[in-house]
């Protein structure tokens, strides 16, 4: 673990006795109302996106590993 300098240490205290202000531009996760264009968008990059899988993929649970 790194230590810290005087600078970061006062750095820490300042920041914990006035608490994180965040103004509304840098608060997130920002909700947006999909639209039907955006949502048509995603349906087009969907089905582009499935024809990229080839074949089936076996689902094995033999072995001897812990994890099974």
């Known amino acids: 673990m ?11 205290r300042e920041l914990t006795e006035r608490g994180w202000e965040q103004n509304d531009q840098e608060r997130s996760p920002r909700f947006v109302m999909p639209t039907p ?11 582009q996106a499935a ?8 689902i094995d649970f033999s072995g001897d590993h812990w994890k099974l």
Do not use: M, N, Q
Request: charged content about 35%; some cysteine; hydrophobic content about 40%.
């Open 2 to 12: 790194a230590k810290l300098s005087e600078i970061d240490k006062a750095a820490f």
């Open 37 to 47: 264009e955006a949502r048509r968008h995603y349906c087009e990059w969907a089905t």
């Open 51 to 58: 024809k990229f899988f080839k074949g089936a993929k076996p």
